[in-house]
DNA sequence: TACTAAATTGTAATCATTACAAATTAGAAA
DNA sequence: TTTCTAATTTGTAATGATTACAATTTAGTA
């Protein structure tokens, strides 16, 4: 069940513990870019020793080593993301939601961007998401 | 010597205050995407009753009206660019500069992306900035 | 010139994040 | 398996950016 997690930590040479298989586990099966808060309490349910900290540090662990990102889209707090493949990320205004979106950019494997070393791309948009649309429509039809 | 930035919050119904043009002018005069702290600090000298919370107020406000713009490159504070021209942002994890990077992509201007509706884009590269470079080099040649 | 809604100001929260030191533990070495 | 140590976890106490809020001032209009 954490093989997978554990295989990532030890492939980075990274001491298997753990508050990082949780992490990595939480992020791998919930791809809503959660905050350091919603990461913390859905843990600490099952781990009720599990530290705010801890959260704080591992999460730096895992970026360092380039196996989750965090995102800086929300402007007040970091959200966090597995890393696979890349794409970018839609924030609804109205809503808060946080949303994968699937484009290829012609930039975005640019190693040099006007003559600086690209180590890092992030595409981000925001406005109002499909379903906060919709919910528009539907008070306007109803009055 | 104002009459320009006058001209902007006339155009956007805002009230002409002393703030907003001294805002204005530093945004317009300074392209280092600075942050609140060094809007007030360098305001402050020339307006010592200046309060920080006006500041924050006053970019608000601007924002609101697209005049100015607030990036979120950097993960810990705001930083802010007068609205001209699209364009990106690459900010060095060295040094902390951020600069403008002048790059077209079909992403930039499309209105709808996975049926959200685009109100803003946002392309941030991270990595290390040329002067950076340079110096990496500087010191491995002397030492 | 008088009026009023909006803007400015200063202080006191709030909230995410970091600093730090003590306790615990993963993984290597014996 | 046991021992050891550096790395990790933990909890509490800062820090620092931002917001809330109430009192004062002011831009623009009547």
Do not use: W
Request: hydrophobic fraction near 30%; proline fraction near 3%.
């Amino acid at each position: 069940m954490y093989e997978k997690y554990v295989k990532i930590l030890k492939d980075h040479t990274l001491k298997v513990t753990s508050p990082r298989l949780e992490i990595l586990k939480y992020l791998d099966e919930h791809h809503i870019h959660p905050n350091v808060e919603e990461i913390y309490s859905a843990l600490k349910k099952k781990h009720p020793s599990l530290s705010r900290t801890t959260v704080y540090n591992s999460l730096e662990t895992l970026k360092k080593n380039k196996i989750i990102r965090s995102l800086t889209i929300s402007g007040s707090e970091l959200r966090y993301d597995i890393e696979e493949g890349m794409h970018h990320h839609f924030i609804c205004t109205q809503c808060g939601a946080i949303i994968d979106i699937a484009i290829s950019c012609p930039n975005m494997d640019r190693t040099i961007q006007g003559g600086h070393r690209v180590e890092e791309v992030q595409g981000y948009f925001k406005g109002i998401c499909k379903k906060c649309q919709t919910k528009e429509k539907g008070r306007n039809n109803n009055g």
